[in-house]
């Protein structure tokens, strides 16, 4: 009952300045969909879009099939939490929960009965009748869910609502609204910058940066393949390792040359990559896909001289210098390193990304056409 | 009035949803027929006014005179003496405005005991009527009986009960001391919340830096306050170009014109003469002028965010 | 900057002295001088505080329409007798009702026009909208002067010369940019995200602002209700050319003019400033904090 699509929807300033540049959306009824991107990235134009709260320059926005670009917010079936929780500081908590039940008419058992029982749910019954100003971060975020809880619309947006609480905080409540999304059966969008935020919670993410849509995918789509170098280094921490060089085939077998260097491409991707004898590459590796148990097998050997050992309590991360460049990677804690030692990592060459060095694309994952 | 400036130059994303275009329209209405009706109007019809030789003595015959009025006005000694007048009552004012401004706003700055009583009291020459301050000080300077005579004689100071505002020579620094009491309450305030929104963390890195009282005021106090006083002083110089009624109930714009100032001008002009295309020129003039004045603030200001 | 040290608190207490005698000492000799009998009035060197308080002059404006001022009466040397009273002294009280009219009604229809304009010009992206805001702006800088001979003509040929409405309308002019200055200023100081969340509830725009705006805006409310009051019931130059006769002057006219009157009761004059200034000051101290707070967009969030 709530699909959403935008289609080549864009949105562009007078002053020449484009949020929004063609964007194709299909949102899928009871989907948790995640916009992921950095600030200015048009995620959150986007989202405001939806509660109509921002204006289309071009292209049309459907829910479920009829166009609504000219559908004031007031008039959409459309709750929204804000990142800075918006709550009005002069209502109490009771009130700024019913509020939206109010504006649209319910009679007043009802919302009664809603705003208690969604208090409940939120465990925040005992602060119904304080006012906003005298409540903890963590508290008027409940609010804030409540407030968006109790209307039961049919889409339900938040906009970086996790931002302002402190890590501890931001961790539970995550699981919260994971939890929120399975009982309530609604369509949830949510616009975050925290990749692991993301990872988490969604069933489908939406990269975008600068207006423009990098990759849509379920979260281990995106993780696992990435179509550019700008998704795969927004996702995963510590971000993924890059290392410029060249591809040299040699009858069908495929390397990764740098230097010294020389990692040998599987099978799978070979193939794909075959035509690219010469091409100017740069290839990712993720800083958990390496060992250094035992010996490299051939083509599965990065050396290199380690400038530093940091230790994150679980494991270490070792900074190496592959062939003039700085790599970041983690290990085990069992070895003992110094700076200064020359060490062999193995490389674990079937997750490895190939991306062509001049436009950033990978040239093993393409895009699917939809 | 940054805020303002600041609000007009955010760009509108286009299209605006028709809804909010409506809707804005249909909010702003109301202001903008009362200000159409009332503000824009008047100016316009004055001017158009002012090309006329409009004489309420003889109102069956109104000659189109194009540019003649403001001719005769600039040939008009009384003129260019009102002008003289005018500015050496703003130039007196407004100094002194500002000077105890800044001292009662530094003092309210402080925090301290019965600061809340002291801004209280300070709204009260603020809030009384001009004609109630006029009659004030006429009192306070009545030659007869007056507090000013009484103060001084008491005081030692003088022998014998003198005139104050028939001396031509004392009329304007009378005059302009009464205008200042009743001014100072605004300015101050205005100075106090400029001084008001300048962090707190500047002085405690001063503080830290070694500065004391004395070099916190001039390092930091005073430049932060630059464009706030600034403003004030264009406002109060405002205010007293077109200041009237002190003027009215003091003197009528005596004795022997010691106190004939342009807003006297007009109003004698328009009202005792019955001219009413020589007051509309002068009272367009006037307004051009403080028109230029505000203008020029507003886009120095606009430069400044 | 807290420090308690004696040499702080010595400089704090005299500028403090010399602040409320600045302020305080012309106000006191009006309110003295107003409790003195003309005979003590006119004393050399004058009595700073009544030696015999008399409330005959306040007696003598409340009673003024009781009495006739002809020469005779006006040869006895005494207030309370009915002379040296101003001939125009019965109408102050009236005028007062006058000023009190028009000051209410400008007040009532200067929100009803300034805060729909204000929230739209503070809130809503449209096209026009910084037109308006510097069209509000320029109109902040009218002299009163400019006013009086286009607001002349149109009023006496429209025959509304001695009528209170002219007033009102005038007062409008005046007061309308610098009570949508005021609001815009506080309404651009509230979070957007407010006006975003109450519409997503469902609030079309005007619920948003009443339902709201309003009650986080009254700081700034009761600073443009204050300012917008004593802007009225203070004008002098126009009241005093758009009206004519006692039926509609208001009080700064009829006050004006007993200072105009040459054979005057001193005492009588001060008597009638006090009683003029009483309403502006009640309203400026009961409502001093939110001068300031209502003037400083941002400074009081709800």
């Known amino acids: ?370 | 009035m940054n805020v303002q400036l600041r609000a007009a130059r955010r760009s509108v994303s286009y299209p605006v949803s028709a809804y909010d275009q409506k809707t804005a329209l249909l909010l702003l209405s109301p202001m903008l027929a009362v200000l159409a009706v009332i503000a824009v109007f008047p100016v316009l019809y004055a001017f158009w006014i002012s090309l006329f030789d409009l004489k309420l003595t003889r109102p069956h015959r109104v000659p189109f005179v194009w540019f003649n009025n403001y001719v005769q006005v600039f040939h008009d000694q009384m003129f260019w003496d009102s002008v003289t007048r005018t500015a050496s009552f703003t130039v007196m004012s407004v100094t002194a405005i500002m000077a105890i401004a800044l001292c009662m706003a530094l003092l309210l700055n402080e925090e301290f005991r019965g600061r809340r009583f002291l801004s209280a009291v300070l709204l009260i020459p603020w809030a009384i009527p001009s004609v109630a301050n006029a009659l004030m000080w006429k009192w306070i300077y009545d030659s007869g009986f007056g507090a000013l005579n009484g103060l001084l004689y008491q005081l030692g100071f003088i022998h014998k009960y003198m005139i104050w505002l028939g001396d031509p020579d004392k009329t304007l620094p009378l005059i302009a001391n009464a205008f200042v009491w009743k001014e100072v309450p605004l300015a101050t305030i205005l100075l106090l919340v400029t001084m008001k929104s300048i962090p707190a963390d500047l002085y405690s890195a001063a503080k830290v830096d070694g500065a004391n009282l004395w070099k916190r005021f001039l390092h930091i106090t005073l430049p932060s306050l630059k464009p706030g006083f600034a403003l004030v002083m264009i406002y109060e110089i405002m205010m007293a170009v077109r200041h009237f009624d002190l003027f009215f109930i003091l003197t009528e714009g005596g004795p022997a014109d010691a106190s004939h100032v342009l807003a006297w001008e007009v109003y004698v002009e328009t009202f005792r003469n019955l001219s009413f295309g020589t007051g509309a020129a002068l009272a367009y003039i006037m307004a051009l002028v403080t028109f230029i004045l505000a203008y020029s603030v507003i886009r120095a200001m606009g430069q400044k965010l | 900057m807290h420090t308690a040290s004696l040499g702080r608190r010595a400089l704090l207490l005299a500028a403090s002295f010399a602040f409320l005698a600045y302020v305080l000492a012309p106000i006191a000799w009006l309110v003295s001088s107003s409790f003195q009998s003309e005979s003590e009035i006119t004393s050399k060197p004058p009595h700073w505080v009544p030696h015999h308080p008399t409330i005959e002059n306040f007696a003598a404006i409340f009673t003024a329409k009781d009495r006739v001022v002809t020469y005779a009466t006006r040869k006895d040397g005494d207030p309370a007798t009915g002379g040296f009273i101003p001939s125009t002294a019965k109408y102050l009280l009236p005028s007062m009702r006058n000023s009190f009219i028009v000051a209410f009604a400008v007040v009532v229809l200067n929100l009803l026009v300034s805060i729909p304009a204000a929230y739209a010009m503070a809130k809503i992206r449209f096209i026009g909208r910084s037109t308006s805001i510097y069209f509000m702006l320029a109109t902040r800088v009218i002299p009163d002067i400019a006013l009086v001979v286009p607001f002349f003509l149109v009023i006496r040929k429209l025959g509304l010369l001695d009528n209170l409405l002219s007033l009102v309308i005038t007062y409008l002019a005046i007061t309308v940019p610098f009570s949508v200055f005021v609001l815009l200023s506080y309404f651009e100081s509230l979070p957007d995200e407010l006006d975003k969340a109450a519409r997503v509830d469902g609030c079309s725009r005007l619920q948003t602002l009443i339902r709201v705006f309003l009650p986080l805006a009254v700081p700034s409310l009761v600073a443009v209700v204050l300012f917008t009051f004593l802007t009225s019931w203070n004008e002098f130059l126009l009241a005093l050319m758009f009206t004519q006769t006692p039926v509609s002057q208001t009080m700064p006219v009829i006050v004006a003019s007993f200072t105009s009157d040459f054979t005057i009761s001193f005492s009588f004059i001060n008597a009638a400033g006090v009683l003029a200034i009483i309403p502006p000051v009640i309203l400026a101290i009961m409502f001093e904090r939110y001068i300031v707070s209502g003037l400083t967009a941002g400074a009081v969030k709800g």
């Open chain 1, 1 to 370: 009952m709530a699909r959403i699509k935008f289609e080549s929807v864009s949105k562009r300033y007078p002053n020449g300045f484009t949020a929004l540049d063609d964007l194709n959306l299909d949102i899928q009824d009871k989907e948790f969909l995640v916009l992921l991107g950095p600030s200015g990235c048009g995620k959150s134009t986007t989202l405001n879009m939806i509660a109509g709260l921002e204006d289309i320059s071009d292209g049309n926005l459907f829910f479920d099939g009829t166009v609504v670009n000219a559908v004031p917010p007031h008039q959409r079936d459309v709750a929204m939490v804000f990142q800075s929780y918006a709550l009005y500081p002069h209502k109490s908590v009771y009130e700024n929960i019913a509020f939206g039940l109010r504006m649209r008419k319910h009679p007043k058992d009802e919302i009664d009965q809603r705003v208690r029982d969604a208090a409940k749910r939120l465990e925040i019954e005992h602060l119904l009748e304080r006012r906003p100003t005298q409540l903890s971060g963590g508290q008027r975020q409940r609010v804030a869910l409540g407030r968006a809880m109790v209307r039961q619309p049919a889409v339900f947006l938040m906009d970086e609502p996790l931002s302002n609480l402190d890590a501890a905080l931001r961790i539970s409540t995550r699981a919260e609204i994971k939890q929120l999304h399975q009982v309530m059966q609604t369509t949830f969008v949510y616009v975050t910058h925290d990749q692991s935020e993301a990872l988490t919670l969604a069933d489908r993410i939406v990269v975008m940066r600068d207006g423009v849509v990098q990759q849509i995918g379920t979260p281990d789509a995106i993780y696992e393949q990435p179509h550019n170098m700008f998704v795969a280094s927004f996702l995963g921490n510590p971000p993924i390792n890059y290392l410029d060089g060249q591809l040299a085939v040699d009858n069908g077998a495929v390397t990764f040359r740098r230097g010294a260097l020389s990692l040998l491409i599987p099978p799978e991707s070979a193939g794909k990559l075959a035509a690219f004898a010469g091409r100017e590459v740069t290839i990712g590796i993720r800083a958990e896909d390496v060992s250094e148990h035992g010996t490299p097998p051939a083509g599965q050997a990065l050396g290199g001289r380690i400038t530093s050992v940091l230790p994150v309590g679980s494991d270490n991360f070792l900074e190496i210098d592959v062939e003039g460049k700085q790599l970041f990677f983690r290990v085990g804690k069992e070895a003992h390193h110094k700076d200064g030692d020359n060490t062999v990592l193995t490389v674990n060459v079937n997750r490895l990304h190939v991306f062509d060095k001049q436009d950033g694309q990978s040239l093993i994952w393409q895009k699917v056409q939809a």
